[in-house]
């Protein structure tokens, strides 16, 4: 009776879309949170990133003599060129602040708890891979700038205790940065990295769908998935789209001056924003503490505590309270680092 | 008298190679002798080069003697260009290599102090004999003394007057640098302090009875601005007069100085009616206007009416050029006022942030057919200087119409941003409203 007496579309009828989405309005979601749409904010901020990705691809040129000359082209020829390049760039940034931004929803709601284990670790990758898609990305203009974050970021990564130097060799594609790192830089980012992170979006949202009723009962108020949910989620993408068109229409993103490496790294020199708190710790440490290389102890130390996030639903099986208090102390640490870098 | 030269070199050689190799064992133990070479043969080997040194029997001596008139040379020489290729002592002043004593100085033909008069022979020796330089250097130019001695400086030396420069004054004696060194006194970058060494003193050059702020004037010419600069183009003293012929530039050939350089304006000043007119009054082309040391930079000297226009130093009353005149003034303006309009909107459009890749090309274009306008002048035709005048206003025109189509493209893409907006807002309510609606539909139906 229920499936006869709905009002069923002639196309949903025939596509099969009732029973596609038959599951999601029986899965119930609490209606309270704008950060519950962030999850759903950066997948379409990956879609856009494709969509004006692939439309870059089509005129930029992977060679340290022609990458900024072909940027320059896009930006100054190219018919909305530089638009596209604009969204392109601020898409990254709220994608990387979006992917974050979510992280620490999952954290502060404790639902990387007991038995979504799988879908924090999915997440942990996925957050991974979108750091490096947006590190790659930053390299390919070949413009001073970008030559040396490419220099400032790799460097950074020697600090990282037992892999530092194979990590510091690997992001340069050798001993320095050179025509291999550009090159490297553009596979990862073009091929590499959008086809792991698709692939491990599948195993998110797989596992997403996996979740079983009984063990995690919706507190407060609840709305069915679909469609509720879903119109919601639609509207706040309206949002982030009026927000990127807005930032891509009137804040150009700058593309500076050609790669030259004989210039000096300037003193003032920093990784992209996401990867300033490192820098501070990395720069404001002595090169002595306690005996041991300043720099690499308290690098170490930041280290095991991303690897503790990372083991937080074995660590924290019950959802402590004082975990979310912990996240939001280092999310207010990593802050205050990354202010005092830029300062 | 060139040929005794050359076998003299060529004898000592021989000689001193010889000698070399039978004082090589006492070189040693002899007083410490400054650097200095006795060869001249191109086929010795610069591993023979030490022995060679030692061998220089008049170094030998000469630099222990106490008169430091005698001494000083040796040490001269060591920096020289001649010590460089082997040239000797006795290249110049001849004796007999042969010799290693004062006996050298008593040999036929033996030349202590050449005369200022015979100087010039002295190096054409060498410098005039192409079959002999061709060993040394095969790309010097052996015709200096040739030049020289057609140049007043060489007609007035060679007449025996001592303060008319002969090779010497100019080059150095026993230090005499290659002209390409920047140290040597006649290299670019110095010539035109040595010529105003002679030609800015005006004890010196009482006698000729001409001036003497030709250098201070060249200096804040726009010539002398540009070599200041760096300009390797920019021409010093040599490069209107000459080096070794120079001869001063009569009203009837000083066109053609300038010409060399100034080729399109020369041959458009030959078209007009000027060139007859000055001919006939016997005034020297270019200078009239331009004057000659002082030469000012194009863009200060004014065609027009006005008092402090060039036109008018000349023409106070005469109504055909004054009218011509003014017609040119009015197109140069207009050209002028375009051309700024031009570069004024290029860049604002960089003020306002927009990207236009092709702009600084378009301003080159513009700039050139500005620069082109200037040849123009020459003619005195308003009509020709009409056609030059529409290829500033087309280049003009083409920067402004990237402007244009920029701020066109600018104003398409605000126009897309405002309707996606408006798209987006229209698509936030009505999401928005079906939220709201499905809420109240699940509450109505929940009891």
């Not at chain 1, 029973?19 to 379409?44: K, Q, W």
């Not at chain 1, 930032?247 to 992209?272: E, H, I, K, V």
């Not at chain 2, 002082?294 to 027009?304: E, F, K, R, Y």
């Not at chain 2, 009015?330 to 092709?358: F, K, M, N, Q, T």
Request: hydrophobic content about 45%.
């Amino acid at each position: 009776m229920e499936a006869g007496g709905r009002r069923t579309g002639w196309l949903a009828d025939r596509s099969g879309w009732s029973d596609l989405v038959r599951p999601l309005e029986a899965r119930r979601v609490s209606a309270t949170g704008f950060d519950r749409y962030l999850g759903g904010i950066t997948l379409l901020l990956f879609l856009i990133e494709v969509a004006s990705g692939i439309l870059l691809l089509l005129y930029y040129k992977p060679d340290t003599v022609q990458a900024y000359a072909s940027v320059g082209r896009i930006v100054g020829e190219i018919p909305y060129g530089n638009l596209i390049r604009n969204v392109h760039a601020w898409s990254s940034d709220l994608f990387v602040a979006s992917l974050g931004g979510h992280l620490l929803s999952v954290v502060l709601r404790r639902a990387y708890r007991a038995p979504y284990e799988l879908r924090w670790l999915s997440g942990i990758v996925l957050l991974a891979i979108g750091i490096g898609l947006a590190f790659t990305g930053a390299v390919l203009p070949w413009s001073q700038k970008a030559y040396v974050q490419a220099r400032v970021g790799s460097e950074l990564a020697r600090y990282v205790p037992v892999l530092g130097d194979w990590l510091h060799r690997f992001l340069r594609g050798g001993d320095e940065v050179t025509s291999a790192t550009l090159q490297h830089a553009f596979g990862f980012h073009v091929a590499v990295l959008p086809a792991a992170l698709s692939l491990f979006f599948a195993v998110h949202v797989v596992l997403l769908m996996r979740k079983r009723e009984e063990t995690a009962p919706v507190e407060g108020a609840s709305i069915p998935v679909y469609p509720d949910f879903i119109i919601r989620q639609a509207a706040a993408w309206t949002g982030v789209v009026v927000a990127v068109i807005t930032l891509a229409t009137f804040s150009d993103r700058l593309l500076g001056s050609p790669a030259d490496p004989r210039m000096a790294t300037p003193s003032d020199a920093r990784p992209p924003w996401y990867f300033l708190w490192f820098h501070q710790i990395v720069a404001s440490s002595s090169r002595d503490l306690l005996g041991v290389n300043g720099p690499k102890f308290l690098v170490g130390t930041a280290c095991l505590l991303g690897a503790l996030v990372v083991g937080l639903p074995f660590l924290d099986r019950r959802g402590w309270k004082v975990t979310a208090y912990l996240a939001l102390v280092l999310v207010f640490v990593l802050v205050v680092l990354s202010v005092n870098a830029l300062s | 008298m060139r040929s005794p030269n050359r076998n003299a070199i060529r004898l000592s050689v021989i000689a001193l190679a010889l000698a070399a190799l039978a004082r090589q064992p006492d070189a040693a133990a002899g007083p410490p002798v400054p650097a200095a070479s006795a060869s001249a043969s191109p086929a010795s080997s610069r591993a023979l080069t030490p022995p060679l040194e030692s061998a220089n029997t008049c170094v030998t001596c000469h630099a222990g003697l106490a008169d430091p008139k005698l001494r000083a040379p040796t040490t001269e020489y060591s920096s020289s260009v001649h010590r460089d290729d082997r040239i000797g002592c006795v290249g110049c002043h001849k004796g007999d290599p042969r010799d290693p004593t004062a006996g050298a100085h008593r040999a036929a033909g033996f030349l202590p102090h050449p005369s200022h008069a015979e100087i010039a022979g002295v190096c054409g020796g060498c410098h005039s004999d192409a079959g002999f330089m061709r060993h040394i250097n095969a790309r010097l130019p052996v015709g200096q003394q040739a030049l020289f001695n057609l140049s007043l400086h060489g007609k007035l030396s060679g007449a025996g007057d001592t303060m008319a420069p002969t090779c010497s004054v100019c080059h150095g004696r026993h230090e005499i640098l290659p002209a390409a060194s920047p140290k040597a006194p006649v290299n670019r970058l110095n010539v035109a302090k040595l010529c105003a060494g002679c030609h800015a003193d005006p004890k010196h050059m009482a006698p000729y009875q001409i001036r003497t702020d030709q250098f201070a004037k060249w200096e804040r010419s726009v010539h002398g601005e540009a070599f200041k600069k760096g300009n390797p183009l920019a021409p010093t003293c040599t490069g209107c007069h000459g080096a070794h012929s120079a001869t001063p530039p009569e009203a009837s050939s000083v066109a053609r100085a300038c010409g060399r350089c100034h080729e399109e304006e020369l041959a458009l000043f030959e078209q007009s009616p000027h060139s007859k007119g000055f001919k006939k009054r016997g005034l020297a082309p270019c200078v009239a206007c331009h004057s000659n040391h002082d030469v000012a930079p194009a863009s200060s000297l004014h065609v027009g009416l006005t008092p402090d226009a060039t036109c008018t130093k000349c023409h106070s009353n005469d109504e055909k050029p004054l009218k011509a005149a003014d017609e040119l003034a009015g197109l140069l303006r207009g050209a002028r006022d375009r051309a700024a309009a031009a570069r004024a909107a290029v860049a604002r459009a960089g003020d306002e942030g927009l990207h236009i890749s092709g702009a600084p090309f378009a301003l080159d274009q513009v700039a050139t057919a500005e620069l082109k306008l200037r040849p123009v002048v020459h003619t005195l035709d308003p009509k020709r200087m009409a056609v030059a005048v529409a290829a500033v206003e087309q280049a003009a025109a083409a920067a402004e119409k990237l402007v244009t189509d920029a701020e066109q493209g600018r104003r398409i893409e605000r126009r897309g941003y405002y309707a996606a907006l408006a798209l987006a807002f229209l698509l936030f309510s009505t999401l928005s409203l079906k939220a709201w609606q499905l809420e109240g539909r699940r509450r109505l139906g929940s009891p």
